[in-house]
Each structure stands twice: as structure tokens, then as C-alpha cells.
């Protein structure tokens, strides 16, 4: 049974989304997800994993040069808004302005799941899941919705993902990342490649 918890409840294994697209404050893409990946382990604590490293399009197509993106899991006691808080810090300490939703991006980390935690509750996270593209280009939240609302529907997240936390359950749509991952379109899939 997934948990519906209160803002404030405490953590377990979160799994992040790394991206860049453009040098940072750090150095190129690649270089950037590094040191992303060695600041997340000092500020979130425990043992952490991070994937491969990929090379995908940009989202949506012509977006910006291509990104590379990865994933990372971490152990930590902290609650899903203190990571996210976490997340924003690191993305200002590489240069991140948000300026353009779906833009060129220093560093993009997105806090993807934490355990089986559902946030804020079911009704929410299903009208977000449920939002069409074309909405999804135009409105953002206003509250951290968990897991997020669009994992599934992304390969560029899903393969990485799948490096760290291929077992991990999705506690509404059921799946394991790996499934998830293997229900993508092939060409879909076929774009997101090691580097």
C-alpha cells in the first residue's frame, strides 16, 4: 500500500534525475552530473549509486543541444521538501536560472521518488499524470508531486533510472522501472545512449 504522508515525513531511497545541456558553473555537462552526483551524497547523506551517464535529445525536440542525464539513488533521512530544497541549492551552485520551462538548462535534478511515497495524494498526483503535453508545456505545479508525475512516460529518465533502482515499484501505475523502461517505444529508446 503506498504511503500518502504529511510534507514533513522522513526519508528513505530517493531516486533523482540528473540533466544539463549547457556548461555550468562546473565545466561541461558530463563534468557538471559529477560533481552534481558528489554534492547530493554530501548534503543528503548514506550510501549512494549513480547510473551511466546518457547522451538524449533535448525535450521537446529542439529544445537546445542535446543533454546528457543520468540518475542516482540515495539513502537518506530527510524529508521528500528538505531534498527538494537540496536539489534547487546545487542547482544554484551550477548556475541554474529558471527561465524558460523545458529550456537550456545548467543542471535540471529532479527528485523522482522517495520509497513508495505518494505526495500529495492520489487525487493530485492523478490529475497531474494525467495532464496533457500540451498542458504540461504551459502549467508546472505549485507543490512537489511523488513520484513524479511524468516518470513514465520518459525514457531519458527511465534508462538511467533503471542502471540504480530497476526494481523500484511505481506505487500507483504498479510497474518497476524496468518495465517501465521496456514499455517505451523502441525508437523512443533508441535515442537515449551511453556515452
Known amino acids: 500500500m503506498p504511503q500518502t504522508v504529511q510534507k514533513y515525513s522522513m526519508g528513505g531511497n530517493a531516486l533523482i534525475a540528473l540533466g544539463s545541456n549547457v556548461t555550468s558553473h562546473w565545466g561541461i555537462p558530463n563534468v557538471t552530473l ?4 558528489m554534492r547530493l551524497t554530501e548534503c543528503l547523506g548514506g550510501s549512494a549509486e549513480m547510473s551511466r551517464v546518457y547522451t538524449t535529445p533535448a525535450f521537446p525536440v529542439g529544445a537546445g543541444p542535446d543533454f546528457a542525464n543520468a540518475a542516482i539513488r ?3 533521512n530527510l524529508s521528500a521538501l528538505k531534498i ?6 546545487i542547482e544554484a551552485e551550477a548556475g541554474r536560472e529558471r527561465l524558460v520551462r ?3 538548462r545548467t543542471l535540471d535534478l529532479d527528485l523522482i521518488a522517495l520509497d513508495d511515497v505518494v505526495l500529495p495524494d492520489r487525487v493530485t498526483h492523478d490529475h497531474w499524470r494525467g495532464l496533457s503535453l500540451e498542458k504540461q508545456a504551459k502549467v508546472a505545479p505549485d507543490q512537489l508531486i511523488l513520484p513524479h508525475p ?14 540504480v533502482a530497476p526494481d523500484w515499484v511505481h506505487p500507483i501505475i504498479g510497474l518497476t522501472t524496468a518495465q517501465m ?15
Open 150 to 163: 511524468r516518470v513514465q512516460d520518459r525514457s531519458f529518465v527511465l534508462v538511467p533510472l533503471a542502471d
Open 34 to 37: 559529477q560533481k552534481a552526483f
Open 74 to 76: 540515495v539513502e537518506t
Open 102 to 104: 523545458w529550456g537550456q
Open 181 to 195: 523502461r521496456d514499455a517505451r517505444p523502441l525508437d523512443e529508446l533508441a535515442t537515449v545512449r551511453p556515452i
Open 84 to 89: 527538494l530544497e537540496i536539489l534547487h541549492e
